[in-house]
């Protein structure tokens, strides 16, 4: 059965029955819940689960929008029947990732946007290209923050080392009072993320986006209209404003006051129409919606296009966004809390590597037995590895995607998970889902994307690093 709100209602009625997951019941309506089929004229499609929900959410009682993946199935990896074309023709609106992964859904906007010029075709990736990630990106990154260590707005910065979030690769090393490398070209109109790291005079990390602490950065020296800036706790993104070069000074900042900048010995940054593409002919991970802090940008993509595709409700869709979008800044707190209070660092995930944006935001790790692609198989020789990581770590709980089990609304666990715990002093598993998909249990829950981050994964992942 395809998930509409609507679906969501009839099957309201067996609640009571449904088995327990992780969590408590979230008793909350979701937006629109209460509005019926007559009154919510405006329709909409959506690829796969977490779209879906998120359209949902932003167009509240105004409109109803389909999912198009079966309850039951995962978005990611899924084949379309023959007529999904002409369903999505049949709405007026069409939300998808304009990504190969999900070529099913490349394909139909194409046609639709050749062919029926009625429906408004929206990515919600739009513009994300310097924040996506490269499958399987291993960062040179190992700067672990000193959470412990009250450093204070007068911490002397000894060596700052700057990351390029798409590669994992670090462009540029600050020692003393000078560079080492250079920041990356930004293209025109598009944007350049750097994860920073901030380290003092003992070797210690800065907790950015802790005590006060944020990575900030301001032209210097030449056109401020060539740049803008956009600060994001640990990262940092370089806006293309126009083509020219600017000379920037790097920042720590404490409770918004510069405390230390790189300003004797500014970088040039150069913002050209065509930049050669930092692991271009690497294919990118899509799992963006899984991190809620990209999930936000996501919303706010299909709020402009539903926005385009329904202008006289613009307001409506634009106050429902804020609202979710300080849910998701929920989630990311949550996330935060969970890492600052877990003893392991690393844990064990049996199901495709659809964890990246988090591990990479957050600090953690989950070694998988498989890539970034649902299709891909487990081999003896990768469990074999993650038995050795289970025993190197100490690890008690393994986790797994319900959705790479033969029944994902059961208590079946996948072969691989089941091998490792015969084989290791683990002794429980826990889901984890990437959300790209549903069960009829969590439609009777109500479950939506946030209440899978909060009442499966993150309790899930509290159990994996022993938070």
Not at 332 to 343: Q, R, Y
Not at 351 to 362: A, D, I, K, L, P
Not at 365 to 394: C, F, K, M, N, Y
Request: hydrophobic share 35%; charged share 30%; glycine share 10%.
């Amino acid at each position: 059965m395809k998930t509409t709100r609507r679906n969501l209602l009839k099957t309201g009625a067996g609640l009571g029955s449904a088995g327990a997951l992780s969590g408590c019941l979230n008793t909350a309506d979701p937006a629109g819940a209460g509005a019926s089929s007559g009154d919510r004229g405006f329709e909409g499609y959506a690829a796969f689960f977490a779209l879906w929900d998120w359209s949902e959410q932003v167009t509240g009682d105004l409109a109803s929008f389909e999912n198009a993946v079966d309850t039951g199935e995962m978005g990611h990896g899924w084949s379309p029947p023959g007529n999904i074309v002409r369903d999505i023709a049949d709405s007026e609106a069409f939300v998808y990732l304009d990504t190969p992964e999900f070529r099913w859904a490349q394909d139909a906007a194409t046609q639709i946007s050749n062919d029926h010029d009625d429906v408004v075709v929206i990515d919600a990736m739009r513009g994300m290209e310097g924040q996506l990630l490269n499958w399987d990106v291993e960062t040179d990154d190992d700067k672990t923050p000193d959470y412990d260590h009250d450093f204070g707005r007068d911490v002397a910065v000894e060596k700052f080392n700057i990351y390029d979030v798409r590669t994992g690769e670090e462009p540029a090393v600050w020692h003393i009072d000078h560079w080492h490398g250079s920041p990356p070209d930004v293209p025109l109109n598009g944007s350049v993320y750097l994860k920073g790291a901030f380290e003092d005079d003992e070797g210690r990390v800065v907790p950015l986006g802790e005590q006060g602490f944020t990575f900030g950065a301001s032209v210097r020296d030449g056109s401020e209209d060539v740049l803008s800036f956009e600060p994001d706790g640990d990262r940092i993104g370089l806006h293309g404003e126009e083509t020219g070069r600017a000379s920037i000074a790097f920042e720590l900042r404490h409770e918004g006051d510069v405390v230390w900048d790189t300003s004797s010995d500014l970088t040039p940054v150069s913002v050209l129409e065509e930049v050669e593409k930092e692991g271009a002919s690497r294919a990118k991970d899509p799992h963006f919606w899984v991190d809620p802090v990209l999930g936000q940008d996501g919303v706010d993509n299909i709020t402009e296009g539903l926005t385009e595709a329904d202008p006289e409700n613009e307001a409506v869709y634009e106050e429902n966004a804020a609202e979710y979008k300080e849910e998701l800044a929920g989630v990311d707190e949550a996330f935060e809390e969970l890492t600052e209070e877990a003893e392991l660092d690393v844990g064990v995930f049996v199901g495709h590597n659809s964890y990246q944006y988090v591990e990479n935001r957050y600090g953690f790790e989950l070694h998988t037995p498989v890539g970034v692609s649902p299709d891909e198989q487990v081999r003896s020789e990768d469990v074999a590895r993650s038995i050795e990581v289970v025993e190197e770590h100490g690890i008690e709980t393994v986790l797994y995607d319900p959705f790479e089990t033969t029944d994902p609304a059961g208590d079946t666990i996948p072969n691989g998970a089941r091998v490792i715990l015969e084989n290791t002093d683990a002794t429980d598993t826990a889901p984890l889902t990437p959300a790209s998909g549903t069960t009829r249990e969590w439609q009777e829950r109500d479950y939506g994307w946030v209440e899978m981050m909060t009442e499966i994964n993150i309790p899930s992942l509290e159990r994996a690093l022993k938070a």
